[in-house]
């Protein structure tokens, strides 16, 4: 048993950096067109933004699932926040790049984010998923109370489910990367973005 468990954590690991991967092919510039993003039917994502000034908090766990000791996961959520900056007109006010996981089941959550001067929230989300070609049904979903920009897209690694779902308004940019998962509900990325967003007091 001990063998099985541990070949199902190999696995898991090597899908979770497989899909770190995929994530930061978002900040390398992918030079395709932002009109290469697949356009479906469906409502809207983008409702107005809060009048007061936003920023992005790390929370002590997302969703109940509390932080991964991954070190190597850790960075590459890290290595995507920093990526997110390129969308930023001027420097970072705040930022996210965290890991959640449980030890030994799914989901697991990648969660980078940042806030700032986000000049052009569709552009921005058009670009970031144009460059995540090996997702499929990219879509809007509800931004939730916060307003702005959001969609979601689901592939899969080595057999694992992967979703990705972004938002972009004028204070911030941000994503969660779940492996594990073959789709996140509006109401799950809602209550994700609520943990990570907060007003300036």
């Given at each position: 048993?001990?063998?099985?468990?541990?070949?199902?954590?190999?696995?898991?690991?090597?899908?979770?950096?497989?899909?770190?991967?995929?994530?930061?092919?978002?900040?390398?510039?992918?030079?395709?067109?932002?009109?290469?993003?697949?356009?479906?039917?469906?409502?809207?994502?983008?409702?107005?933004?809060?009048?007061?000034?936003?920023?992005?908090?790390?929370?002590?766990?997302?969703?109940?699932?509390?932080?991964?000791?991954?070190?190597?996961?850790?960075?590459?959520?890290?290595?995507?926040?920093?990526?997110?900056?390129?969308?930023?007109?001027?420097?970072?006010?705040?930022?996210?790049?965290?890991?959640?996981?449980?030890?030994?089941?799914?989901p697991t959550y990648l969660l980078s984010a940042v806030s700032g001067k986000v000049t052009d929230p569709k552009s921005s989300l058009d670009k970031s998923f144009a460059d995540l070609p090996k997702l499929a049904g990219v879509k809007p979903t509800r931004p939730g109370p916060m307003g702005g920009e959001a969609r979601c897209g689901s592939g899969e690694t080595e057999g694992v489910p992967v979703t990705v779902c972004m938002w972009a308004d004028n204070d911030t940019i941000g994503m969660v990367a779940v492996l594990g998962m073959p789709g996140v509900s509006p109401s799950l990325f809602v209550r994700v973005r609520s943990q990570v967003q907060r007003a300036v007091a």
């Open positions: 048993m001990a063998g099985t468990g541990q070949a199902g954590s190999g696995r898991r690991a090597a899908a979770a950096g497989m899909l770190a991967f995929a994530v930061l092919m978002m900040a390398g510039g992918c030079a395709r067109a932002a009109e290469t993003v697949e356009r479906e039917s469906a409502p809207r994502s983008t409702s107005p933004s809060p009048s007061a000034a936003m920023r992005v908090v790390q929370p002590e766990t997302l969703t109940g699932i509390p932080e991964s000791a991954s070190r190597r996961l850790r960075e590459q959520a890290q290595q995507n926040t920093d990526n997110l900056k390129q969308f930023l007109d001027g420097e970072a006010t705040s930022e996210v790049g965290s890991v959640y996981a449980l030890r030994d089941s799914s």
